[in-house]
């Protein structure tokens, strides 16, 4: 039970931090919340969330499979996390506008379904996902199911909090904040990049030690000790 708490919480760290960067669905979302009410908001972080979903499961399931290929997958997590570093320093340096206009009330359903066209039409999403593989694949033990849960639970989470903290302080919200908010997404993102550049180091490192005891070894038959 502690091994599938653990796990769901890990995996919906990684939904949160793929989510958190302010980009186009971000400000769409806040755009919506403040010019059509938080439903509409919501229903656009669900559509959003709901990409997320499919592509964690395409993933994991993906990365599930070649499980075994990456046992030593020190290489793997070295790009990945370097991968994920450059994007967090895009985030980083990234600036934030908020245009909030007068644009007619969709439905709900309009809201989600524009929401998952948009989120599937960003390439970064995709991406992020395929970067952070090998923090997923490290959850191997773990079922399928529970890791999907979680990197959805993680993402609409973040919706849910992102648009009812803008209903609520919708005064307060500006491009400065917004631009704040963005930092703190980009660090996360940095976290999760240094933690899979060193998880990648160790694995190289045990795979360099690991030679030349095999070829150590190798020596040893070949050419069996002398008594004298």
């Not at 919506?32 to 592509?55: C, D, I």
């Not at 948009?118 to 090998?134: C, D, R």
């Not at 890791?147 to 919708?170: D, E, K, M, P, Q």
Request: aromatic share 6%.
């Amino acid at each position: 039970m502690g091994v599938i708490v653990t796990a769901l919480l890990a995996s919906a760290s990684l939904g949160m931090s793929i989510a958190a960067p302010i980009g186009p669905a971000s400000l769409l979302c806040i755009q919506r919340t403040l010019s059509a009410g938080l439903p509409t908001g919501l229903a656009t972080g669900l559509g959003v969330a709901t990409v997320h979903l499919t592509y964690g499961t395409v993933i994991m399931r993906w990365g599930a499979d070649l499980a075994p290929a990456w046992s030593n997958g020190g290489l793997f997590s070295l790009v990945s996390g370097a991968v994920l570093l450059a994007l967090a320093v895009r985030v980083l340096r990234s600036v934030s506008v908020l245009h909030v206009s007068s644009e007619r009330r969709d439905t709900l359903a309009a809201s989600y379904g524009s929401a998952v066209a948009l989120a599937v039409a960003n390439p970064i999403t995709p991406v992020l996902f395929l970067a952070a593989t090998p923090a997923l694949v490290a959850r191997g033990a773990t079922p399928l199911p529970v890791l999907a849960a979680g990197v959805f639970l993680g993402s609409f989470g973040w919706w849910v909090v992102l648009n009812t903290a803008v209903s609520l302080f919708r005064r307060c919200v500006t491009s400065q904040v917004l631009n704040q908010m963005n930092k703190a997404a980009g660090l996360l993102l940095a976290l999760m990049a240094l933690s899979l550049l060193v998880r990648g180091l160790d694995g190289s490192s045990a795979g360099g030690l690991g030679n030349p005891s095999r070829s150590g070894a190798i020596g040893a038959v070949g050419h069996p000790p002398s008594h004298f």
